[in-house]
């Protein structure tokens, strides 16, 4: 198989772009969206890229079009994608609900720009963390990844792809403007470097009478793709094992969404992902992600050469989210600093983490410029004084 | 009874024993729907293995899911076109059907329904038009007529209906049709007819819903309903020679439009062909 891209060496692109070079190397063949500044030109890469390599990219009527035709598509067996930014993703939200309730392996990717409403389109913001974890209405679980980097970017949407066709669920992609315009020098592997996850199919027909039956005891069925002639029944009401609809049952609701959270939240030594520096000895610990933990490192190595002992916990995954580990650190930090591009968002659930054993203190910028390491570092040194 | 049914109605081997008898009221439209595109399926011979049905939300979406036995997509409401976008694009060689309700499909979802008819994409849209939002309690809908009781309009309705077959029309279809339950072998004939074309076709299936409807503009019964539809029908030869006065409150029926027109997923392989011989990939890799 050839790429209209270079692969198995560096190039030097933007991050949208990787993210659809990395989607057709995960091996994503539908894609579609809707036009949305930051993220359009991740679709119209796509829209160069997919005919070369026999998949699709459609432009829908609008953003509510574009997810239902994702997970029509991940029903046909295609591995699928869509990205949006704050406006478009609002718009994505009960359709998102309906790929978490019947168990749709897709990626959602959402260029953060600032909101709320049209808000500024083409500056980068982290205001759509809550609401890429709860958005949805509804009792739900997903998974939600921050590349901070291009090359995260890259990675991150191939490792989302593995983790929607492992886990049978949508992953959200939550990057921003900033990565998502900037251009960086990203390694692009050879296939034959990759290790590609696929959706887990039916063994046999018993097996696909249980589209959403704990039959293997791991928490995720098989999918029995639509055209194979298994009479699959798909639908978004409450459901039994074998898709049957069934809307007043009690037990059967709480069975069914309890499996759905479980097996994000048993699976989470998996999913979760997150770097450290310094947070052997760190007394001052910051916490963020994406693209402000890029500043807030720096601010830490320029605190460490001022002598205080600062370290930087940068999360990757953001749901499901490790209140273990944040407590963790909690119980040998000397205090906290949740750095973020929004006004208190990743700040509560840190503090939830940390369980009141260190002070949890909020270092929030909107607007849409990052945190300098200045800012980062004098609000530090003003709490020292 | 219920064996009785599956022995002797020969369309029964189409349906989810286990969902039936069905949740729709004694008298709806809806099960002569599901009988009409039943027996268009049967009379092609279409294997139910090569179908996916897909459908929105309300008392007409129920006819595709549970109750019909195939692949089946019950979606979200008003999205049932676009969810059914993604499939049609994925398995091109499926008959890709979507069966939903005129709020479902024209209110909510008529942004979807007019792009996909100006795509031309392969659907079989049955849209059932039972001129209210029946599942929900039976509120004003996009195709209640002008001066009609509804619980949202419980003085008059001060709107009036859209013509769902004439914009789909005008929205680029290969075919569009007409009819309602009087008429059930012309429905059957005209789901066939939107089933072979290539290309996107609508059947607009008015329908009875006695219950949410009927009950509140003094046709109680369904027989009183069906009586309605067949009074008030004109066909569509007859109406083109009458004036938009005489055709005030009459139900057109027949084909509005067949024609041949490129059709979506035809058009995408074709350009992914195009595409990979004028540009296909050389030895650009550092493979
Ligand atoms: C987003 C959303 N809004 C509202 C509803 C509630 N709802 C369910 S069915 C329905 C109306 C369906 O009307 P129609 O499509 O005409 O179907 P009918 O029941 O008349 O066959 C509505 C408004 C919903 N399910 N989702
Ligand atoms: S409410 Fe109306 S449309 Fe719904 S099942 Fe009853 S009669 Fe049919
Ligand atoms: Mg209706």
Redesign the interface.
Known sequence: M???F????VDFIQGDEAIARAAILAGCR?Y?GYPITPASEIFEAMSIYM??V?G?S?Q???E???I???????????K?MTATSGPGFSLMM??LG?AIMTETPLVLVNVQRSGPSTGQPTLAAQGDLMQAIWGTHGDHSLIVLAPATVQEAFDMTIKAFNLAEKYRTPVILLTDAEVGHMRERVYAP?PDELELIYRKLPANEEEAKYPFGDIHGDLVPPMPV????????????THDEKG??KTVESEIHEKLLKRIVEKIEKNKKDIVDYEGYGLEDAEIVIIGFGIVTRSAMRAVKELRKKGIKAGLLKLNVLWPFDFELIERIAEKAGKIYVVEMNLGQLYHMVKEGANGKVPVELIPKIGGEIHTPKEIIERIKDNLR | MAKEIYTKYKMAKYL?K??LPTALCPGCGGGTVLNAFANAIDQLGID??DL?V?SGIGCSAWIA??YF????????HG?AI??????????P??KVVVISGDGDLAGIGG??L??AARRNIDITVILVNNFIYGMTGGQVAPTTPFGAITTTSPYRNVEHPLNIAETVTSAGASYVARWTTFHVYQLIESIKRALSVKGFALVEAISQCPVQFGRRNRMKTPTEMLRWFQRNSVLISKARNMSPNELEGKIVVGELVNREKPEFTEE?NS??EE??KH???GD????
């Open positions: 050839r790429y209209p270079p692969v198995g060496t539908f579609a005919p070369l026999d699709v459609i829908m009527e609008d509510i079009g574009s239902a035709a994702v997970v029509g598509a991940s029903w046909a067996g295609a699928s009960e359709n309906y050879h639509f055209g194979k002639g298994h009479h699959t029944y798909v639908t978004g009401l049957r609809p | 989810r286990e969902a139910p293995r996916v897909v899911s549970p036995l195939a692949d089946t997509l019950h979606t979200t999205r676009a969810y059914a976008t993604g499939v049609k694009v994925g398995l060689d499926k942004n979807h007019i792009h995408l350009l992914i595409v990979s540009y296909g990939l650009n890799n550092a493979d």
